[in-house]
T-cell receptor, first 113, second 113 residues
Framework: ETGVTQTPRHLVMGMTNKKSLKCEQHLGHNAMYWYKQSAKKPLELMFVYNFKEQTENNSVPSRFSPECPNSSHLFLHLHTLQPEDSALYLCASSDTGAAQPQHFGDGTRLSIL | QKEVEQDPGPLSVPEGAIVSLNCTYSNSAFQYFMWYRQYSRKGPELLMYTYSSGNKEDGRFTAQVDKSSKYISLFIRDSQPSDSATYLC?????????????FGKGTKLSVKP
């Protein structure tokens, strides 16, 4: 497999559920990112990891909890989400260093009931 | 004033037309400029990457950066129905936390056969 793979592609969950999104990259990159994409809004950066260390948390509510066990895998743990959290969640990876081109997965479409 | 402004469209053109997509920005520290293409139900894919001012050409695609006007453009020559997608501009200052990519909202393009 090549590129950036995200699972699941679609997820419907209630506000009290706990679920996790998974991202895996096969590009040899050392930086990984979580973005939120909502209709009619720019991509919103949520978290950045460099060499497994979180280097950016863009004021994301604590109901989103990232985990990066190694440079190839990234998770986003979800709990007690709100309806406004319904969106497309995109994972990306890049070489380390600012302004490196990022390679995106196809995202997880999340719907909160 | 938003950091990056991009007309969301939608933009509809006939096959073979020249398409011009644009973004303006306010942060004079931006030095790296990218264009991503996002097909429906897919993640963004990097189309063009430029540094500082000037032009860059790749096949039917030309990216232009005018830093004095804080204005970037993507031109598509001989547009094809397969070019129908949302085009996102992104830019970075490459300095510390300003090194993160800042995205426009995206312009939805439809090329009619």
């Amino acid at each position: 497999e090549t590129g950036v793979t995200q699972t699941p592609r679609h997820l419907v969950m209630g506000m009290t559920n706990k679920k996790s999104l998974k991202c895996e990259q096969h590009l040899g990159h050392n930086a990984m990112y979580w973005y939120k994409q909502s209709a009619k809004k720019p991509l919103e950066l949520m978290f950045v990891y460099n060499f497994k260390e979180q280097t950016e948390n863009n004021s994301v509510p604590s109901r989103f909890s990232p985990e990066c066990p190694n440079s190839s895998h990234l998770f986003l743990h979800l709990h007690t989400l709100q309806p406004e959290d319904s969106a497309l969640y995109l994972c990306a990876s890049s070489d380390t260093g600012a302004a490196q081109p990022q390679h995106f997965g196809d995202g997880t479409r999340l719907s909160i009931l | 004033q938003k950091e990056v402004e991009q007309d969301p469209g939608p933009l509809s053109v006939p096959e073979g037309a020249i398409v011009s997509l644009n973004c303006t920005y306010s942060n004079s520290a931006f030095q790296y400029f990218m264009w991503y293409r996002q097909y429906s139900r897919k993640g963004p894919e990097l189309l063009m990457y430029t540094y500082s001012s000037g032009n860059k050409e790749d096949g039917r695609f030309t990216a232009q950066v005018d830093k004095s006007s804080k204005y970037i453009s993507l031109f598509i020559r001989d547009s094809q129905p397969s070019d129908s997608a949302t085009y996102l501009c992104a830019m970075s200052a490459a300095i510390g936390s300003q090194g993160n990519l800042i995205f426009g909202k995206g312009t939805k393009l439809s090329v009619k056969p």
